[in-house]
């Protein structure tokens, strides 16, 4: 046995992709983390106490690994969901009747509710810790934005199956845009935005309007809602992330006592 | 027996009770910490929890709420919180107590060795992937994700609910208007998080955990984290029903059960009660006169009078951390401003401080 995976390595197109033998030396354990596009973004080498589970609880690594899960498991979700009034609740729907030991749309929702904690988890962590202060201020305040954009893109899926439950939590969930300080037309400070007696902010065009696409939650928002959890947030957490990840190496690793 | 057990479980989740015994348990958790980080409390802790939710479990109404499938991540928030929370006080225990005998911390001892990635780390994630998959996987498998009617303009549910983790907000509906619940305070909540490490000058406890270091910052922390958001969403999940109004774990979701709104404004109390005049006065700056000067003196004055006291204990009497300080109160006091218009909603069935309805200004 030992014999074939030798062969298997000695062959041009297995040394195509992986530059070095086996890791079990510090050079060859060196290069699977530097000649890996995946790898690269830790260090060669870790302080011992950064990766002890009590005291990372892995929230971080398990954040991002379920928003792994959840781009794959929302890819395949797509093929089957129409984005319209008319077909949504359907398409949902025909998804539990019509594909036996279906569970893409089960594990899209609980590691959505488990990404949730666990990025909360993490912040948690990282502030008791003391991991924010000085020099990681700056990547405090990108991970703060990934944790609003993580509970944005939990709540703007939450629309999709265009049932009860959906419609009315974002109902409940948007009506609370209707009273923002003068952009909202139940909002204290509103009625002070208008020309000659001409209310400026109003039910037509208030930030709730903007977010929903109208007065209520219709067609309007399920397609807003679609576009924006499928492609607006998940492109600008992405983009965070990657800077959140670089951040860490450059202010100092996983951080530790000075 | 057990019909009295649940009624007393039932009242004991009332939200004045259920705040006024999470105060005491914090504090008692954080003040005796040389019992609380044991790992025997940590243990007997989930064996009677867990213990509870098995004498629990055969009740129709526990069971009907704690099994809807939106409500199972609650239960994993709860335990998990609890856990995390018990295991960074453990560990900042053992390290101040490691500090008094001049010995580093865990996290010092251990970090002056480095280890290679591969194996010790890669490791370590492949094997928290698997164990996540495989407990994803099974949960999808056991628990069908809930699809419930199609959507209905015309029909509204009673109750109607956020998304479970916006239920702390929707929670605070109870004690303040739409644009403080709703829109303030989470973006408060937002500014304040990206503030923390501008306003924390505190140069200790970078990277281990300690309670003795950073005293202030981790029981701000626990309150703010642990007491008005982990707690209020399990209040806004568990334990209400119909028109928001409370229901103990075990009572039956009761559509007719009426909570009498009985509510008066701060202005009502002072024009009526107190100076015995017939009407308020017409112009609403005049009637709200009284809870303006107050929620003046509240956000003006007293970060004004408390600004020696404070900075001396929080930045060293340094002048320079003027601007901190004056953010941070800023921020402190409308985070203030929730348990005292809780408290004053409990004791006086105080329903606005200041209520402007033509302006939409109700505070």
Redo the contacts between chains.
Sequence with gaps: MGKLFDSIRNTQLWKSVFRHGY?DT?RN??L??LSNFF?HL??????????????T??MG??TF??FL?ETITGLLLMFYYRPT?ELA?QD??AL?EHVP?G?M???????A??M??TV??H???V????????P??FN??VG?IL??LT?LL??TG?LL?????????I???S???????FL?H??????LISFGGLNFIHAGDDVRFGLLAGR???EGALLRFYVLHCVGIPLAAATLMAIHFWRVRKDGGI???? | MSEQLKHFVDWLMQPTLYFALSVVALVAVLKFRAISTKKSVIIGFFVLGTAFFAWAWSDPNFNKIITKPDNVPIVILLATVIFFSWLSLHRGYINDERKKKGLPTLEGELGKQKVFTWPDLVYTELICMVLFTALLVIWSIKIGAPIEEPAAQARTPNPSKAPWYFLGLQELLVYFDPWIAGVLLPSFIIVGLCAIPYIDVNPKGNGYYTFEERPFAISFFWVGFLLFWVSFVILGTFLRGPNWSFFGPFEYWDLHKLEPMVNIDLSTYFWFDLLGRPKAPSDPLLRELPGIVLLLGYFAVLPVLLQKPLMAKLFDGKREHIVRYHLMMHLLLWFGLIPIKMLLRWTIDLKYIVGIPEWFFNV
Aim: hydrophobic fraction near 45%.
């Design positions: 890791p510090p354990r060196t699977a983390v790898l830790h260090p060669v080498k870790v302080r011992r106490s950064g990766i002890q589970l009590s005291y609880w892995c690594g398990l690994f379920l899960i009034a609740y949902i729907f539990r030991i569970i749309r089960e594990l899209h929702r609980w590691s509710h488990m949730v904690i909360w988890l912040m948690y962590r502030f008791l810790t003391g991991s924010y202060k000085p990681r201020e405090w305040n703060v944790l609003v509970l939990s709540f939450y199956p265009w049932d009860q439950l959906a419609v009315w939590a109902t409940v969930g009506n609370m845009a209707r009273a923002t300080p909202g139940e909002g204290p400070g509103a009625s209520f939650v219709g951080s530790g006592p000075l």
